[in-house]
Every structure is written in C-alpha cells, then in structure tokens.
C-alpha cells in the first residue's frame, strides 16, 4: 500500500513570507509616519510668496564654525516680510504643544550651531528681496536695507553717492541681522562704536509674528533689545544705517613692539587721541618665521634695510595696524599727515612697513585671503573661534598668562588685540560688555586641520581654548565672551549678569513661546507632556 505523498511545504512558506513583508511594511509605514509627524501638515497649506523646502535642508545644517550639524524639519525662502511673519505668527498660534522653533540664517557664520534649528524652521534671509536698498543723502545721510542684505553689497551701492557706513567688521561679506544681532566690531570702533551704535531705525518680526518698527524714539524697548540680542526677542528684516562721506584711498600701516606695556600704551593713546587715525587694530606674533618676509606681499618697508635684517623666530611680538582715510585731493598732505601721527609712538623703527589702497579694497580685505583659502580647500575647516572682551586693568595680567605660558606659537591663526572706548556703546542694548571705560577685544581666530590629532587639530585648540577661559575665571578679570557660547543656562546668567532679569523680561514679552534662535542655547523652547 502506498504512502500518502508528504504535504507540500510551500503554503507554510508562503505565509512566513507574506507576514515578515507585513511586518516590514507595517514598520516603514510607522518610521514614515514617524518623520512626517516632525513636519505639521499645516506648514503645507500657508500662502506664502516665497516658498518653504522639507527636502533640501542639510545646507543650513552647518556654519562656519563647522562644528555642529543639526537638521531642522524645514528651510523658509521668503521674498516678503510677511513670509516670515505668516510663518511665525502660525508656529506661534500652535502653541507650547508643537516643538517647533525659528532660527534667521544670514550668510552662515555662525560659530556653534547658533543659526541652527533642531527639527525646527531656518529662515535663509538672503532670499528676502524687500526693500531695495535706498541711500539717502542730506545733512544726516542713511541707507535703508533688508535684514539679510550683505555688508559688501552696501558698501559698494552707497559709495555710488560718495558715502559709506561709518563702522564695519573685519568681514564684510556678512548680513546686516546677523552682525547687528551680536554688535559688530572693527578698528573704526574706538570712534563710531559698534555697528549697533550706528543704526536709526529697525524693522522686527517678533515671537508673536508681529511686524514691528522700533527705533530710539519709537518702540524704544524693543529697538535696543534685538540690538545685540542674539535673535532671542525678533527676527531683524529691515534697517536704517548712518552714513558718512566715503574717502577715496587708505593709508594702511603696520608696525611692530616687542614690549607689551609700551603696544598697549600706544594703542591707547592712539583711541583717546582728537586727531588719529580713522582705523586702529593690532595682534599678536608668537614664534613666526619671516613675519616681515610675508608682509612685503602686500606692503613695503619705510626701511628695506634694516627690515631685512629684523628676525621674529623665536619672540612674542605685537602689531599695532592702523589706516588714515584720505580724499584724492588730499594726495600731497597725506604722508605728512600720517608721520605727524606717527611720530610719538614707540614701534621698533625697522619694522614699520605701509601700504596704499582704495577704501573698498582695505574694507574687504579679508576676502582676498579668504578666496585663497577656498582654492586650497582651507576655507570650510573647523574654526574654534574665541573673542573676548577684556577690562583695561586686566589686559596685562591676561596676556602674562595667555601669551607668556598657555600659547606657544600663533600658526593656527591670528590673534586680534585692540582697545574700544566704552562712551562709544549704548548701555540699553543687549550686548554685554566689560565694567570699564576702556576694554580689549581679544579674538583668537584658529582654524583646525580636519582630522589632526596634533597641535593644529581641534580637540587641541578646544583645550587650548578652555584653558584660557579658565584662567580667566580663577582669575576673577571680569571677561566677558564676544559671540557668547554656553551651553547651560546657569553659564548664560552669569554672562548676563544683574542683566538677566531683563533679558527674562523681554524675552517674555516679546517671544514668550521661546520660538526664536534655540542654537543660541539660552533658553528651550517648554514642550508640556500631552
């Protein structure tokens, strides 16, 4: 008799089979469902002229500081304010349920993430297209411009007229919110004060989605909050800016101490001088070889002699960089004019070298080393910056220790040391400076080599870095971080110090939900539990 034929195994098969598929389906369905609930279906449906990205976004996933990458849900291009407005006024309406936050993004030169916004919305502001930028001639001269309109764009439309903003940064290819949200520091500083000191009038888009006007006279609080405020009270998309008559050429001059008492004794003359020069700056050499050699490039000894004769191997040195503006008209008096400035200063004779060169081309001069950089691939690489702001009083105890122990050369960048007068800067702003009439800005500008465990690699420069703040600290000199960067809210009240409350109080009133600039880490967004 014969067997029965054994059952055939392939129904069994087929149903494992069609349930892992089930399983696996089931499982891209709930991680689908899981990364569009990040994104609220009702960001899809806002009238907007511009439009809002939820594909392309890990461009505004990084910064020039190239050292945190965090993926926000959406990118905003606006071409009006009220793209913003519409967008933040409807995050603002969802409430403390939705996590959502806002972060504005200028030209990307963020240090730390501060631009960045955790599945949250970047605003890319060079996208704004309103208003065209006017300039306005008179007895008082301005230019309006967009919050997101580049610093070299203006110089280079308002010296069409003859005029040009009076204070700059070293850089100017950054957006007018972004640097007028931290302050804005150069070498015309000591004069004008900072970039915050010379604007009239703000158009502001607050927590709330309000579109405000602010000025001094009009909305006053608001005004000298967003100025300095680290984008924590609005989102700047309109400013008025002073002008003044634009020279035609520059003076450029360096020169070099080997005595720190008697750098920063000159410098200081120089910033409380009546008449000096337009432009006052200087920094640090730590065991550079042929520092002179590399200046001829673009300038020339007074002595070609002696200057050739003079070696920086092995010493600490200081520079003291300074420029006279001059009009076309002025050609024959101008080197009169500036050995007459020169002449009380101490420099080591042999090592001053000068430089003639149009206004434009000193103001942006550090794009030409930055278009170097980029052909060598040296431009997007970590940069652990650190800018301080240090009291008079203090500056020669901190440089004994920074550049006398805790620094031993100066090759992964340069070092900036220059006083500013604190009559210059308005105390009803946000920014927070030194308790002093004078005070150093100290700007340690290092770039890491990706991947470098050495002394050009980032941990080593962060170390470096954390040594001197807590040098500083143990040493109770009062400093204050320029472009501040903590991490803790404990770190940020002492920062602010008796400033806290206020900065509490307006960030109440004008972002209550906390929406805007979560990268600055000061304050998170409260998410109740559901």
Known sequence: ????????????????IRSFLLLLLSCIAAKLSLCFSNIPSSLLTLSLDGHLNFDEVQHVAKDFGNQYQLLPSAVLHPKTVMDIAITIKHIWQMGPHSELTVAARGHGHSLQGQAQAYRGVVVNMKCLQSPIMEVH????PYVDVSGGELWINILRESMKYGLAPKSWTDYLHLTVGGTLSNAGISGQAFRHGPQISNVHQLEVITGKGEVVKCSANQNEDLFHSVLG?????????????????APD??????????DFNTFTRDQEYLISSEN??????????????????NWRSSFSPQDPLQASQFESDGRTLFCVEVAKYFSLGQTDTIIEEVERLLSPLNYIPSTLFLSEVSYINFLDRVHVSEVKLRSKGLWEVPHPWLNLLIPRSKIHRFAEEVFGNILTDTSNGPILIYPVNKSKWDNRTSVVIPEEDIFYLVAFLSSAVPSSTGTDGLDHILYQNKRILNFCESAHLGVKQYLPHYTRQEDWKAHFGPRWEALVRRKSAYDPLRILAPGQRIFQKAVPFS
């Open 1 to 16: 008799m014969r067997k029965p034929a054994a059952s055939s195994p392939q129904p069994k098969n087929f149903l494992v």
């Open 229 to 245: 405020g680290l984008g924590q009270f609005g989102i700047i998309t309109q400013a008025r800016i002073s002008l003044e008559p």
């Open 137 to 140: 001639g008179g007895k008082f």
């Open 249 to 258: 050429k520059v003076k450029w001059i360096r020169m070099l101490y080997s």
């Open 276 to 293: 000096t020069f337009d432009y006052i700056e200087g920094f640090v050499i730590i065991n550079r070889t042929g520092l002179l050699n």
